[in-house]
């Protein structure tokens, strides 16, 4: 199994650019694919990237994401921040047994 | 418009069962591979069990293997999720989540049922 290493918390300031990291322990982040998933408090994830960097239609062009092999991780860059965007968020992939989930960080706003 | 509920979520004793029902509509239920996910209140989200589309593949986190079994009614538009000898760490919200398949975006979140297990 793998690990998907989140950074706990970020905070930035309205108007400005965030990159969430998420770091593969161990098989390649490129080998399958990485999804994002925003949750605001009492709420359901949703997602607002799939497949390592499409963004669903309603989701804004602010959000945006990739992937890097050499550092064999994904990221989630939200620009232009809003202080609707404070949520947690978190990462997902698999392997071929299983599904992980990254443990999430605490986007604040301020 | 697609909608995902879950109901069965309560408060059991260690050592107890508990199945969960999941009841999705708005969307081709057979086509979605479905998910079990749990986050204990104030803490991250944590995969538990898959069913393809057809209920031929399934899987389970290490964790919960031999005590919880996910099954599903396509006729029913149901997903269920038989929980056995509970323990005090399953104590979480448990959402049904479904997706087009194994690799892909889990489109469609329930608002989630918690699960208490304590004496």
């Known amino acids: 199994n793998f690990m998907l290493t989140q950074p706990h918390s970020v905070s930035e300031s309205p108007g400005k650019t965030v990159t969430i990291s998420c770091a593969r322990s161990?098989?390649?982040?490129?080998?399958?694919?990485v999804h994002w998933y925003q949750q605001r408090p009492g709420s359901s994830p949703t997602t607002v990237i799939y497949e390592d960097d499409q963004r669903p239609s309603g989701v804004p062009d602010r959000f945006s994401g990739s992937i890097d092999s050499s550092s064999n991780s994904a990221s989630l860059t939200i620009s232009g921040l809003k202080t609707e965007d404070e949520a947690d968020y978190y990462c997902?992939?698999?392997?071929?047994?299983?599904?992980?989930f990254g443990g999430g960080t605490k986007l604040t706003v301020l | 418009q697609e909608q995902v509920v879950e109901s069965g979520g309560g408060l059991v004793k260690p050592g107890g069962s508990l199945r969960l029902s999941c009841a999705a509509s708005g969307f081709t239920f057979s086509d979605y591979y479905m998910s079990w996910i749990r986050q204990v209140p104030g803490k991250g989200l944590e995969w538990v069990s898959y069913?393809?589309?057809?209920?031929?593949?399934?899987k389970y986190v290490d964790d919960v293997k031999g005590r919880f079994t996910i099954s599903r009614d396509n006729a029913k538009n149901s997903l269920y999720l038989q929980m056995n000898s509970l323990r005090a760490d399953d104590t979480a919200v448990y959402y049904c989540?479904?997706?087009?398949?194994?690799?892909?975006?889990?489109?469609?979140w329930g608002q989630g049922t918690l699960v208490t297990v304590s004496s």
């Open positions: 997902q992939s698999s392997d071929n047994s299983s599904q992980l």
């Open positions: 161990s098989g390649n982040i490129a080998s399958n694919y």
């Open positions: 989540a479904g997706g087009l398949g194994w690799d892909l975006p889990l489109d469609y």
């Open positions: 069913i393809s589309g057809s209920g031929n593949s399934i």
